[in-house]
């Protein structure tokens, strides 16, 4: 198979950064750990009977209970809003919508679409149902104290009938331009004008926005200006598509082997004609059908020292088109891109390794695309956040002026 020489060069950069992260082989300890309980505002909605709104139409709004709301946040709601899932299909997603304190500008708070991190799959897992992380709260209080108002989808089936599809670029994409669409058409004092802001997982998910956000918005009226994004997983799919019986051949990292689990199950759920059981060990079976409820933080207890290589009875690469599937379902893309993308990237990140963000900046340089890029040689996964604050942020005024 002929690829371009970036991607080449990617593949051989993760695989350098995965043998860096060298462990101690260990047996996997049966654990059943259990998720925190959500807090539902008012409305349960992990089954949903109503009538569903068309995209970006608003189902229900109500107060977001003060546990969840930030102290930045002069109000704070819950929506739930029609937008389609990742089989095509009309579905209700949920979010969250934080304005500042004090009187709305002329023409309504600008808006910052927040693109969440991993969280995990299940309904418990919403982030309009659990508090903020210290990390995420203190983030998200700095978009509301410059002046943006936040919208914060869960995505769709985070906390509403489905699966979440994680990673799933179109479909998250849907679902956030569809949550803007929903706060504006309320009686939230909105502006058109927003940007994507986004770490992790929401990265990549504000990268593949990102893309689409134009089209997407543009008929309801909004006005898409940039996109800040910081630990972003892109060509990973290079490397996973290899993931077989003991490959990789090292010990990863707890975080990138639950991580692998949550992208087998979404990816089974997307592809149910491939038969991902198939390939399957009983206890790669067993993770990937826990990954489909636990949280983050529940699912790295249960994985513990276990390995996506010890998961695996075959090779993924049997599966025909493995690489285009992946490709299909979970790449970042490199082009495309119509107004100006910041990316941030630790060199000290192991969750989502720096040759992922460096070798999608790379094709995007290559493809000419408007990128700033900005690296923190000191930062970890999460320290990277709070070194691009400064920088994301002049880079947000900039575009939203």
Same mark, same amino acid.
């Given at each position: 198979?002929?690829?371009?020489?970036?991607?080449?060069?990617? !593949?051989?950069?993760?695989?350098?950064v995965?043998?860096?992260?060298?462990?101690?082989?260990?047996?996997a300890?049966? $654990?059943?750990?259990?998720?925190?309980?959500?807090?539902w505002?008012g409305?349960?909605?992990?089954?949903?009977?109503?009538?569903?709104? !068309?995209?970006?139409?608003?189902?229900?709004?109500?107060?977001?209970?003060?546990?969840?709301?930030? &102290?930045?946040?002069?109000?704070?709601?819950?929506?739930?809003?029609g937008?389609?899932?990742?089989?095509?299909? #009309?579905?209700?997603?949920?979010?969250?919508?934080f304005?500042?304190?004090?009187?709305?500008?002329? *023409?309504?708070w600008?808006?910052?679409?927040?693109?969440?991190? $991993?969280?995990?799959?299940?309904?418990?897992?919403? &982030?309009?149902?659990q508090?903020?992380?210290?990390?995420?709260?203190?983030?998200?209080?700095h978009?509301?104290?410059?002046?943006?108002?936040?919208?914060?989808?869960?995505?769709?089936?985070l /906390?509403? #009938? *489905?699966?979440?599809?994680?990673?799933?670029?179109?479909?998250?994409?849907?679902?956030?331009?569809?949550?803007?669409?929903?706060?504006?058409?309320?009686?939230?004092p909105?502006?058109?004008?927003?940007?994507?802001?986004?770490?992790s997982?929401?990265?990549g998910?504000?990268? %593949?926005?990102?893309?689409?956000?134009t089209?997407?918005?543009?008929?309801?009226?909004?006005?898409y200006r940039?996109?800040?994004?910081?630990?972003?997983?892109? %060509?990973i799919?290079?490397?996973?598509?290899?993931?077989?019986?003991?490959?990789?051949?090292?010990?990863l990292?707890? *975080?990138l082997?639950?991580?692998?689990?949550?992208?087998?199950?979404g990816?089974?759920?997307?592809?149910?004609?491939?038969?991902?059981?198939s390939?399957?060990?009983?206890?790669?079976?067993?993770?990937?059908?826990?990954?489909?409820t636990?949280?983050?933080?529940?699912?790295?207890?249960?994985?513990?020292?276990?390995?996506?290589?010890?998961?695996?009875?075959?090779?993924?690469h049997?599966?025909?088109?493995?690489f285009?599937?992946?490709?299909?379902?979970?790449?970042?893309?490199?082009v495309?891109?119509?107004?100006?993308?910041?990316?941030?990237?630790?060199?000290?990140?192991?969750?989502?390794?720096?040759p992922? !963000?460096?070798?999608?900046?790379?094709?995007?340089?290559?493809n000419?695309?408007?990128?700033?890029l900005?690296?923190?040689?000191?930062?970890?996964?999460?320290?990277?956040?709070? !070194?691009?604050?400064?920088?994301?942020?002049?880079?947000?005024? /900039?575009?939203?002026?």
């Amino acid at each position: 198979m002929n690829i371009p020489s970036t991607r080449r060069l990617a !593949a051989a950069a993760l695989g350098l950064v995965v043998v860096t992260a060298l462990a101690t082989p260990a047996a996997a300890t049966p $654990t059943h750990p259990a998720n925190p309980a959500p807090t539902w505002s008012g409305l349960d909605t992990r089954q949903w009977t109503a009538p569903i709104p !068309a995209p970006g139409g608003v189902a229900a709004t109500m107060p977001l209970d003060p546990t969840l709301s930030l &102290p930045q946040a002069g109000r704070a709601e819950r929506q739930v809003y029609g937008t389609i899932d990742q089989h095509g299909a #009309p579905a209700i997603a949920t979010s969250a919508v934080f304005l500042p304190h004090g009187e709305a500008p002329a *023409g309504g708070w600008p808006v910052v679409a927040w693109a969440h991190g $991993t969280t995990g799959l299940g309904d418990d897992c919403a &982030p309009s149902t659990q508090p903020r992380s210290d990390r995420d709260a203190e983030y998200l209080g700095h978009w509301l104290d410059q002046g943006y108002a936040v919208v914060a989808s869960d995505y769709v089936g985070l /906390g509403t #009938p *489905g699966l979440l599809s994680y990673l799933n670029g179109p479909a998250t994409a849907q679902a956030i331009v569809d949550s803007v669409i929903a706060a504006r058409s309320s009686d939230l004092p909105l502006s058109p004008t927003w940007a994507l802001v986004g770490q992790s997982q929401g990265a990549g998910a504000a990268l %593949n926005t990102a893309v689409r956000a134009t089209d997407l918005g543009a008929p309801a009226g909004l006005d898409y200006r940039g996109v800040v994004a910081t630990g972003a997983p892109a %060509n990973i799919e290079h490397i996973f598509q290899w993931g077989g019986p003991g490959f990789p051949p090292v010990n990863l990292p707890t *975080g990138l082997n639950v991580y692998a689990f949550y992208i087998l199950a979404g990816f089974r759920d997307q592809h149910p004609e491939v038969d991902i059981n198939s390939l399957l060990t009983p206890a790669g079976r067993d993770m990937v059908d826990s990954a489909e409820t636990l949280c983050y933080a529940a699912m790295r207890e249960k994985v513990d020292d276990f390995q996506i290589s010890q998961a695996l009875s075959r090779p993924l690469h049997e599966i025909p088109d493995v690489f285009g599937k992946l490709q299909r379902y979970m790449g970042t893309p490199a082009v495309g891109y119509d107004r100006p993308v910041f990316l941030g990237q630790g060199l000290l990140d192991l969750d989502v390794p720096a040759p992922a !963000a460096l070798s999608l900046a790379a094709e995007m340089t290559l493809n000419h695309q408007p990128l700033e890029l900005r690296v923190y040689p000191d930062q970890d996964h999460s320290g990277t956040v709070y !070194a691009a604050t400064p920088d994301a942020t002049a880079f947000l005024g /900039g575009v939203m002026g």
